[in-house]
């Protein structure tokens, strides 16, 4: 190295320490923050480490400015811990990688989140419907009673009032004839409370953002049923007190009591077509719907009857909460092994300023012709890390088994009590048992990125669940092995699910070949499509008897 370089290099030394002594007050206490927050995160990281640490709390910075220090801006950290929960759980979620398309959370920014609506809306969307029309149902069902009844009552019209005793008697007077039509009305009315209770009287499923066209004929029907025979009930017991107070004509009980047996059947047709339109009509399959959750791709197809767009959407959600796995955004991107991580990149200075532009000009290009290999072979880049991960998960599980295994080996069930104490109820037993497997399965749902659906509590009690009914260690680490059905994730168990439907078309008509709608929920979605069955042709063929003949040709060569 020539004097002049060293010179150079003493010129710029200096003046950096003159730099830095100016900037040293102001930033002594920006750097002491620095190294806290380092030591600390060195912390957190070392417990994440530490596999025989089953309990691990995750911390949260907060980062807060201050100008009253001289005018400097002063950082004080303030480190705030959370809920405690097993396993690692500092896995940062990334969007799409492709230069493309756009990030999870842009995509999720377009659309309103549905969990944040107002919760009384919705209950007043969700019951309002059902209380109008248990209330018409209610009134429709005592409307044969009631006519029954106001009679009895005396409630007539006023013309009713000059009425004899006799009269009145004969009025109400009902022979054999009419207590068998009372007989034959009291089983129908019967029939058609167990008929309602068991087909319409059911909590109500989903609450749908058009009206229900079938429930809405049904309703109508009924309507305007009640209100005709109301209307002729009214007019005929009007008429009938006059004509029994001139002593033109007795209105007599039994044609009442025939009166409201009509209404009844009535009431019962109306019932049998609802069957048919709400519960029956869409049984038999027409259509095939196709749906594909976004953004992991997995998919199912099913076969479907003549729904309305948003019944199908109901009927869609039904499947996915009880078929599809769990979604688990953590394993969007592969879990990259430590000696992948690990490995270091070389970086190559010119010292002493020899031949700078070539220098330079080999690093461009050597940066070129890298990522264009690494371009070339990223297919197998993906191909090797899905092998590597598909491997450790493997290695994890057997190990999981083996370890679980062994535990329930030193778990025996007393039938007595042997006294002195040393007996333990499930829960007990559990906490002694879980540390030998605790780390086997810390593990394994770490490479699975289960840990965030699992704490220690929940595996607890699922562990003396199953040491209370003698279940073996396969059933034990089933919710852990097993991926679904989305239900069996405690997140997803709610009372109320808010999702969003997308369509171009009317959602109260009914679905045809190629209607496509979605359903989204955050930043999950499910896009249904739907296509028309085929037409079956089935042709007889008779295979002819004579044609059953086998001969057996024998060869040297063969073992036969």
């Known amino acids: 190295m020539d004097t002049e370089s060293i010179r150079s290099m003493s010129e710029y030394s ?26 600390t995160a060195r912390k957190y990281s070392d417990s994440l480490n530490n596999p025989y640490e089953t309990t691990m709390a995750p911390y949260q910075t907060t980062v807060m400015l201050d100008d009253t220090r001289d005018g400097q801006d002063v950082v004080e950290v303030q480190i705030l811990p959370q809920d405690e929960n097993w396993g690692e759980n500092t896995t940062a979620i ?110 109500v499923k989903a609450t749908m953002p058009r009206i229900h066209v079938f429930r809405a004929i049904v309703l109508a029907l009924v309507s305007i049923c009640c209100g005709i025979f109301w209307l002729f009930y009214v007019v005929q017991v009007t008429e009938g007190v006059r004509a029994t107070a001139t002593g033109e004509d007795l209105l007599e009980y039994r ?58 959407a109901v009927w869609v959600l039904e499947r996915y909460y009880t078929e599809f796995s769990i979604y688990n955004p953590y394993l969007e991107r592969l879990p990259v092994s430590k000696s992948k991580k690990n490995a270091s990149s070389f970086k190559f200075y010119d010292i002493e300023g020899i031949g700078s532009n070539t220098l330079q000009m080999s690093q ?37 088994l083996t370890a679980a295994e062994e535990a329930f080996t030193h778990v025996k069930r007393s039938h007595h009590d042997p006294g002195g104490g040393s007996a333990m109820d499930p829960y007990e037993a559990a906490q002694a048992v879980f540390p030998t497997i605790a780390r086997s399965l810390q593990k394994y749902l770490r ?26 260690p396969k059933a034990f680490l089933e919710p852990y092995l097993s991926a679904s059905p989305v239900l069996q994730n405690e997140k997803e168990q709610k009372s109320l699910q808010s999702w969003s439907l997308i369509c171009n078309e009317l959602l109260t008509r009914a679905l045809k070949d190629g209607t496509v709608f979605q359903l989204r929920q955050n930043d999950l979605s499910l896009l249904c499509t739907v296509h028309k069955l085929p037409h079956f042709s089935i042709i007889e063929e008779v295979i002819n008897p004579k044609s059953n003949r086998f001969v057996l040709k024998l060869n040297s060569e063969t073992s036969v």
């Open 364 to 400: 461009s290009r050597g940066t070129m012709n890298g990522h264009a290999r690494r371009r070339d072979s990223s297919h197998n880049e993906r191909f090797y890390e899905e092998h590597d991960y598909e491997r450790r998960v493997k290695k994890r599980r057997a190990r999981l």
């Open 94 to 203: 990334t969007g799409n990688t492709s230069v493309q398309s756009g990030s999870m959370e842009e995509m999720g920014a377009l659309w309103p989140d549905t969990e944040q609506k107002s919760a009384f809306p919705i209950l007043c969307h969700r019951y309002i419907a059902t209380t109008l029309t248990g209330l018409l149902s209610l009134v429709a069902f005592l409307s044969p009673l009631a006519m029954l009844v106001l009679p009895k009552l005396g409630v007539f019209s006023p013309a009713a009032t000059n009425l004899s005793p006799q009269q009145r008697e004969t009025l109400l007077n009902c022979g054999a004839e009419c207590k068998g039509v009372l007989v034959s009305l009291a089983f129908k009315m019967f029939l058609l409370a167990v008929a309602s209770w068991a087909i319409f009287l059911r909590p």
């Open 447 to 472: 490479v699975t990125r289960q840990q965030p659906r699992h704490t220690v509590e929940s595996i607890l009690s699922h562990l003396a669940l199953c040491l209370t009914h003698d279940a073996s």
């Open 255 to 312: 044609a009442l009591v025939s009166y409201s047996s009509s209404l009844c059947d009535c009431l019962l047709c109306i019932h049998y077509v609802a069957i048919v339109l709400m519960e029956i009509r869409h049984l038999q399959p027409v259509f095939y719907i196709k749906v594909v959750r976004s953004p992991d791709g997995e998919s199912r197809s099913y076969p479907i009857g003549q729904l309305s767009i948003q019944r199908a």
């Open 14 to 39: 200096s003046k950096s320490k003159y730099k830095s002594h100016t900037l040293k007050s102001s930033g002594n206490h920006r750097s002491n923050s620095y190294k806290n927050n380092t030591r």
